[in-house]
């Protein structure tokens, strides 16, 4: 039985993914190299469980109950000493991953499971890289993790089925909908998601239609309830390049080329919410954007 669980970095995903599992009452331990990053982890996980006791969802000794079950720690060897299950969830960087997965393989207990929450990276790649590549499997969480119920959960082409079956119940226990799937580029999230994202910049960059427009008719004409330019700035530009980089590379094909527009505007920093400005532009601290004066100048050329 799983009782205590580490997480490897306290970025969005990262605290995303220790709150439900501090919520749902394991004992968490939250890692990260960076102390400032983990005080705005912990910080996070405060702000988004005062939004769940503000709608009735969690009460205050909840709350206090599952903050008091997150220890953070720069300490990655004695973080996961008594770890048996441990959620690597770093940069989506293939040689960072790696690293960590070496690190965790010589540092957790024999019995630990070692899951990587990868968008994109082959899970057989990072077990590979470690003495137990039957422990090693996928566990991909959305964004906002505490509020989307999908956990997609990706199988190596070591990883053993008790594994799966222990990590498939166990979403069951956080309140989440597994599915599982093979270990393709992109897997079946992103294999789907991203090539829409990159057709929605083509079609801006090709002059087809405004940000605002090519948002609009996805949302109101297929009911997505975000925009694909608007959940790019969601992502992280970056990110959605690594992917697309990645299915290009991984699969040979030109139609997961990245669009040049997307990537010129990755070189220049505009990363979407994270940077303030994407293909909508963000006021400090906030989620609610306006489409970027670049796209309006450029509209009528």
Do not use: W
Request: charged share 15%; net charge negative; with cysteine.
């Amino acid at each position: 039985m799983m009782k205590n669980i580490s997480v490897v970095g306290a970025g969005t995903m990262g605290n995303g993914i220790a709150h439900v599992f501090a919520q749902h009452n394991f004992q968490v331990h939250l890692i990260d190299t960076n102390e400032e990053a983990l005080r705005r982890g912990v910080e996070t996980i405060s702000r988004n469980m005062d939004r769940q006791v503000s709608k009735g969802l969690l009460s205050d000794g909840q709350k206090a109950d599952a903050l008091g079950r997150i220890i953070h720690s720069t300490q990655l060897a004695d973080a996961v000493a008594s770890a048996d299950l441990v959620v690597e969830a770093a940069t989506e960087n293939t040689d960072l991953k790696l690293n960590i997965f070496k690190l965790l393989d010589n540092h957790a207990p024999a019995h630990c499971i070692l899951a990587t929450n990868t968008s994109s990276i082959s899970i057989t790649q990072i077990g590979a890289a470690t003495l137990r590549p039957e422990k090693v499997i996928g566990m991909h969480f959305m964004n906002p993790v505490p509020v989307m119920k999908l956990v997609e959960i990706i199988n190596g082409y070591a990883t053993d089925k008790s594994v799966t079956d222990a990590i498939f119940q166990l979403s069951i226990e956080l309140g989440k909908t597994p599915c599982v799937v093979n270990d393709y580029p992109g897997f079946v999230a992103n294999r789907i998601l991203m090539p829409m994202i990159n057709e929605a910049i083509c079609a801006l960059h090709e002059g087809v239609a405004g940000v605002s427009e090519i948002d609009t008719v996805m949302k109101l004409g297929m009911a997505h309830p975000m925009g694909p330019l608007q959940l790019a700035d969601f992502i992280g530009l970056d990110v959605c390049l690594s992917i697309l980089r990645v299915l290009h590379q991984g699969f040979g094909q030109p139609k997961y080329a990245p669009c040049p527009l997307l990537v010129n505007m990755v070189t220049a920093g505009k990363l979407g919410v994270k940077s303030g400005e994407g293909f909508y532009s963000y006021a400090k601290n906030s989620k609610e954007g306006v489409a970027s004066s670049f796209f309006l100048s450029k509209s009528s050329e």
